[in-house]
T-cell receptor
């Protein structure tokens, strides 16, 4: 079965600093990977996806993710964090063609 | 478009009671799914549907039933609620029934079972 792991429950970063939220994956075959964000009392929102192609994927709100096959990682990054980026971030992998399996989530806290 | 609409937003049940969580989407999406979100466990897939009349089990289907009689609606039924079903439930849909890519989520139903 496919799976993703998010090793950090929480990431703290100062506003203006770069941020990284980590995700590693375990798949058989080609990975299809995703990042979603959840703001308080809201449903999840799609940020970006990796299906194939360039290892650096650009998404919404200035976020990007780097796919690294040798390290089986798909870390979410942003060059300059905003306080408004504070939220819960989920990595996900597609299993078969019709199921998205989510990680446990990482809470990002950006301090002014 | 309203997107994915879930009702109710909050619900308190007693152990053994039954209820239905409603989910409707107005985007003509073929694929619909139900997740539950628990602290430290992320989102776990309960059931999903790739089209009207077709449903399948996800990671944690026990205690839940679903049906898909129309493209728009995908209700989740708890036949006999248990405290272990206390959670936040999210409905999500996607345009394609094949190679699900981008899920659109509802705003969730917070369920407490006493």
């Amino acid at each position: 079965a496919q799976s993703v792991a998010q090793p950090e429950d929480q990431v703290n970063v100062a506003e203006g600093n770069p941020l990284t939220v980590k995700c590693t994956y375990s798949v058989s075959g080609n990975p299809y990977l995703f990042w979603y964000v959840q703001y308080p009392n809201r449903g999840l929102q799609f940020l970006l996806k990796y299906i194939t192609g360039d290892n650096l994927v650009k998404g919404s709100y200035g976020f990007e993710a780097e796919f690294n096959k040798s390290q089986t990682s798909f870390h979410l990054k942003k060059p300059s964090a905003l306080v408004s980026d504070s939220a819960l971030y989920f990595c996900a992998v597609r299993e078969d063609t019709d199921k998205l399996i989510f990680g446990t989530g990482t809470r990002l806290q950006v301090f002014p | 478009n309203a997107g994915v609409t879930q009702t109710p937003k909050f619900q308190v049940l007693k152990t053994g009671q039954s209820m239905t969580l409603q989910c409707a989407q107005d985007m003509n999406h073929e694929y619909m799914s139900w997740y539950r979100q628990d602290p430290g466990m992320g989102l776990r897939l309960i059931h999903y549907s790739v089209g009207a009349g077709i449903t399948d089990q996800g990671e944690v289907p026990n205690g839940y039933n679903v049906s898909r009689s129309t493209t728009e609606d995908f209700p989740l039924r708890l036949l006999s609620a248990a405290p272990s079903q206390t959670s936040v439930y999210f409905c999500a849909s996607s345009y394609s029934r094949v190679k699900v890519v981008k899920l659109f989520f509802g705003s969730g139903t917070q369920l407490s079972v006493l």
